[in-house]
């Protein structure tokens, strides 16, 4: 089809000088978009290839961050970029105000990645804060109650209604925050007040809604493996005792899987089907549109009926390109087994981990699932006090040896490994290396 504007070759200019690509960023970008930078010289890409960077200069990365968990199946996934051409083609947008097949066939698809006998419905938006939001509301709207309680250490987004229920103060900002959230002590087996088991924590729990609510709940949000909060998983045991003290007080059970679902942790599709319950709501992002902006909301219809006479309206939220991506990314776990290669391949960077730990006394605790891996770094392996200054330097001798990482957790005491899906056992030597160069450079 031939277009009015087929004469114009007009190519854009780009500039690849480091300096300048630096100075144009600090010039023209907000402040509040400039600070989230993670090493003390910008690292700046250009390409990248499966689980593989490579920054201006032709540097070579293994990616073990995936870009905030977001690329799920590789960069340059030929399956993924051949759907995003194939609809970008055809038609770029198509506003939910209209129909179109493609998000349609995505929402069919991804309601059954989700526990048989129920009947699930999904609600397209664009990012994972974005759909936390409307968990919020739409727990409120359903119960009738106010009351929401999430984890400390807990991180659900940026946006107000999401950083509201974020259990950490460096992504809180010093303004009034969304009112009815309370927190309750999370269950982490090394940090947490209680030490190890699990009952401590419920018992909290009741009281956090015994002295801190009504008694009365919307609900209560849990990510299965909390990710920003340095890859804590939560014991089995906890989520389904904390959905019974939930469920008693008239709430529902919102599961933020934004991290840790598309097959991430290896065992399950989903993180919470590793503890044997059903929740009212899951939440999903980042790793579902491999880089693509495309957020779901997947909730039982009689939950979602609630909001069917007012309009919660998100322009970009089924955008069929991205829903295209999203379509092209459960194919390709599902063909390619990325399921059991992330449980496998994960399994195997681990080891490493644990090896690096008999060795390294600044090692305070190894964990992980899949492909989210955790190093935490304490002063003493006794006290467990958080040692961010060495972390300080060991993030920068990572990005030295090839690795590109996270620091994160509360204290920002925690390198976090969560490679793409894609990752391969011949890529593990290659870790080695790096993280083994990494930890004796210190």
């Known amino acids: ?53 490579w920054d201006e200069k032709g540097n070579k990365y293994l990616d073990c961050l995936s870009q905030n968990l977001t690329i799920s199946v590789g960069y340059n996934n030929p399956v993924v970029t051949r759907e995003v051409i194939r609809q970008a083609q055809t038609l770029q947008h198509c506003t ?7 998000p349609a066939h995505f929402a069919e698809e991804l309601t059954r990645t989700m526990p048989a006998g129920e009947e ?3 609600h397209l938006c664009n990012s994972g804060a974005e759909a936390i939001d409307m968990a919020i509301l739409l727990a409120r709207s359903y119960t009738g109650n106010n009351d929401i309680i999430s984890l400390t250490n807990a991180y659900h987004g940026a946006t107000f209604g999401a950083q509201s229920v974020t259990g950490i ?12 959230v309370q927190f309750a002590p999370v269950p982490d087996q090394y940090r947490g007040i209680h030490g ?27 990510e299965p493996v909390q990710g920003y909060g340095g890859i804590i998983p939560v014991p089995e045991g906890y989520i389904s005792g904390a959905r019974e003290r939930i469920k008693a007080a008239g709430g529902l059970l919102i599961i933020d899987e934004v991290q840790s679902g598309m097959a991430r942790t290896g065992n399950n599709f989903w993180a919470f089907q590793q503890h044997g319950i059903v929740p009212d709501m899951v939440v999903a992002a980042k790793g579902m549109g491999n ?13 979602a009926e609630t909001m069917a006479t007012k309009f919660y309206f998100h322009t970009y939220g089924a955008n069929p390109v991205n829903c295209a991506a999203g379509r092209a990314v459960l194919h390709v776990i ?4 990325l399921q059991q290669r992330a449980q496998q391949v994960g399994a195997a960077l681990l080891a490493v981990l644990e090896d690096l730990q008999t060795r390294h006394q600044v090692i305070g605790a190894v964990r992980g699932r899949g492909m989210m ?41 925690v390198l976090r490994i969560c490679p793409p899906l894609c990752t391969q056992m011949e890529d593990v030597s290659f870790f080695e290396t790096a993280i083994n160069r990494s930890f004796e450079s210190l």
């Open 120 to 122: 699930w419905v999904v």
């Open 1 to 53: 089809m031939a277009s009015q504007f087929d004469h114009d070759q007009h190519e854009f200019e780009l500039d690849w000088n480091t300096d300048a690509i630096v100075e144009r960023r600090n010039t023209y970008y907000a402040a509040s978009q400039r600070a989230f930078v993670p090493y003390q010289k910008p690292l700046i890409f250009s390409k990248g290839q499966d689980n593989y960077l």
């Open 291 to 303: 880089g693509f902006p495309l957020a779901a909301l997947i909730v039982k219809r009689e939950i």
């Open 334 to 337: 599902e063909a390619h087994q």
């Open 169 to 180: 103060s460096g992504f809180r900002h010093n303004i009034p925050q969304l009112g009815g």
């Open 96 to 102: 939910t105000m209209f129909f179109h097949p493609v």
């Open 196 to 222: 190890e088991g699990v009952e401590p924590y419920l018992n909290d729990l009741e009281g956090t809604i015994h002295y801190g609510t009504s008694g009365q709940l919307a609900g209560m949000i849990i």
């Open 373 to 413: 891996m955790a190093v935490e770094l304490v002063k003493d392996r006794g006290s467990r006090e958080p040692d961010p200054e060495t972390m300080i330097r060991l993030f920068e001798k990572t990005r030295e040896c090839g690795l590109v990482a996270s620091k994160s957790g509360a204290y920002r005491n």
